[in-house]
């Protein structure tokens, strides 16, 4: 990855802040989907981030570690803190299933980057209380214009056919493996057909096999979440 690309890249919003922004209601500033999914999503958005930029990728046959296995490429700093934050993980991790480090890739992910959405002005961090007792804080639109962007990059993609940018179709992939696409796009009369072309979009080629690959992985993890907190309550309601 260029010296140049890697300049231009500091200051821009990540597609981990694209999704989080997606992902919280505007006006409640509530999410539309809870844990681990929301969780899961945001660290498979910053494995995105890191294999566009050239720094991780997920290794195929033949590769120097076993097909399927995280690759680290190039530990050199993107001078992101909360990218670097992960890379400097990902790093000591070569050869791992990206699936087993979903966890704790996105361990505090989320707090950071709703926190670095309110220091930028675009997200506002509403503090109170649930009962008069437990605080809560809720993360209302303060200034919703970069959203309205992103979103209506996903609708002319989703709803008018058009090809989608990288950045937008990892995206609607990451929302598609959560199934909250029409949580999102909100205004689709079918919502059915709208489900139908995101889930043809994540199935495509619209990126490297390594990018795709990374969506596949978190939706995996989350998946394997859900079915051992299912195990958990079904034990402990026996």
Do not use: C
């Not at 480090?101 to 989320?110: A, D, E, P, V």
């Amino acid at each position: 990855m260029s010296q140049w690309i890697e300049a231009s890249y500091v200051g821009s919003m990540l597609i981990a802040e694209d999704l989080a922004l997606l992902l919280y209601d505007d006006e409640s500033g509530k999410p539309v989907t809870g844990s681990p999914g929301l969780d899961y999503a945001l660290g498979g958005a910053v494995l995105i981030e890191l294999t566009l930029l050239g720094k991780v990728d997920i290794a195929e046959a033949g590769d120097t570690v076993k097909a399927g296995r995280l690759k680290v490429l190039d530990t050199t700093p993107t001078g992101d803190a909360l990218l670097d934050e992960r890379l400097a993980f990902l790093a000591g991790k070569p050869g791992a299933r990206p699936k087993d480090l979903m966890k704790k890739l996105s361990n505090k992910l989320r707090q950071q980057v709703l926190t670095r959405l309110a220091e930028r002005g675009v997200l506002e961090a509403d503090k109170g209380k649930v009962l008069g007792l437990f605080p809560v804080t809720r993360w209302p639109a303060k200034d919703a214009r970069h959203e309205a962007e992103v979103r209506a990059a996903l609708e002319n993609v989703l709803k008018l056919g058009t090809q989608p940018t990288e950045r937008t179709a990892a995206l609607i992939a990451l929302l598609s493996a959560l199934n909250v696409v029409p949580k999102v796009v909100t205004d689709a009369v079918d919502k059915k057909a709208l489900k139908k072309r995101a889930k043809e979009i994540a199935e495509s080629e619209w990126a490297a096999t390594a990018v795709r690959k990374a969506v596949q992985e978190m939706q995996a993890a989350v998946t394997a979440a859900i079915v051992v907190a299912s195990s958990a309550g079904a034990a402990g309601s026996s």
